[in-house]
T-cell receptor, first 115, second 113 residues
C-alpha cells in the first residue's frame, strides 16, 4: 500500500521558535495532503487541506499565519509552526490522497512539545 | 456541522472475546462512513467503509453496517486476537475518503492473551 512518512517523529522546542514538520508520500504522487491536529484523548481535527502548487485551504479557526503550509512538490508538504507557544504542543498528523483513489493514507504523526 | 461520537475507552478484553465499539454521527445529507485503525507506532489505516445506507463494510473479521435510521456505524468483531490491540477511529466524509474527514475521539482496545 501507499506509504506516508513524517519527519521528525517528535520535537521539543523553546517558546518563540519555529518548527517545521515534513510529510512525504514515499511511493506515490499526492496532489492533495491534509494536516490534522490531535490533542490527548481527543479526536483528530482537520487543520488544512494542502494542494500541490497552490495555497492551502485552512479550516475555520486555524491561523494561517501561525501554521504555514507549503506543498511545493507532489511528494512533500511541510507544516511550519511559527513562534511556537506551549499551547501549540500537540500531535500533528498528515495524510495524502492518491489521485484516482478515494482513500487517504496517513503518516505516523509528529509529537510537538513547546517548553 | 458534522460530528462523530464513539464510545470512550480503553476497552480491555480477552482473546476470542466479542468486540463492539459504538459510533453515532450527526451530518447533513448522506455521508460516507469509515473505521480507521491505528496500531502502536503506525499511521492510521482504513479498516472498512460504507458509502450508503444499509451497506456493510467488512475487513479482517471486522464488520460495520451503515444504519441511517439510527445514525450509527458500530464496529464489531466476533473473536478478537492480541494483534487487534490498537486505537480505532470512526469517521465520516461528505463524499469519498479522499475528501475531508470528521473523526470521532478514538477508542483504545487492549486484547489480553
Amino acid at each position: 500500500g501507499a506509504v506516508v512518512s513524517q519527519h521528525p517523529s517528535w520535537v521539543i522546542c523553546k517558546s518563540g521558535t519555529s518548527v517545521k514538520i515534513e510529510c512525504r508520500s514515499l511511493d506515490f504522487q499526492a496532489t492533495t495532503m491534509f494536516w490534522y491536529r490531535q490533542f490527548p484523548k481527543q479526536s483528530l481535527m482537520l487543520m488544512a487541506t494542502s494542494n500541490e502548487g497552490s495555497k492551502a485551504t485552512y479550516e475555520q479557526g486555524v491561523e494561517k499565519d501561525k501554521f504555514l503550509i507549503n506543498h511545493a512538490s507532489l511528494t512533500l508538504s511541510t507544516l511550519t509552526v511559527t513562534s511556537a507557544h506551549p499551547e501549540d504542543s500537540s500531535f500533528y498528523i498528515c495524510s495524502a490522497r492518491v489521485p484516482g483513489f478515494d482513500e487517504q493514507f496517513f503518516g505516523p504523526g509528529t509529537r510537538l512539545t513547546v517548553l | 456541522g458534522d460530528s462523530v461520537t464513539q464510545m470512550e475507552g480503553p476497552v480491555t478484553l480477552s482473546e476470542e472475546a466479542f468486540l463492539t465499539i459504538n459510533c453515532t454521527y450527526t451530518a447533513t445529507g448522506y455521508p460516507s462512513l469509515f473505521w480507521y485503525v491505528q496500531y502502536p507506532g503506525e499511521g492510521l489505516q482504513l479498516l472498512l467503509k460504507a458509502t450508503k445506507a444499509d451497506d456493510k463494510g467488512s475487513n479482517k473479521g471486522f464488520e460495520a453496517t451503515y444504519r441511517k435510521e439510527t445514525t450509527s456505524f458500530h464496529l464489531e468483531k466476533g473473536s478478537v486476537q492480541v494483534s487487534d490491540s490498537a486505537v480505532y477511529f470512526c469517521a465520516l466524509s461528505q463524499g469519498a475518503a479522499g475528501n475531508k474527514l470528521t473523526f470521532g475521539g478514538g477508542t483504545r482496545v487492549l486484547v489480553k492473551p
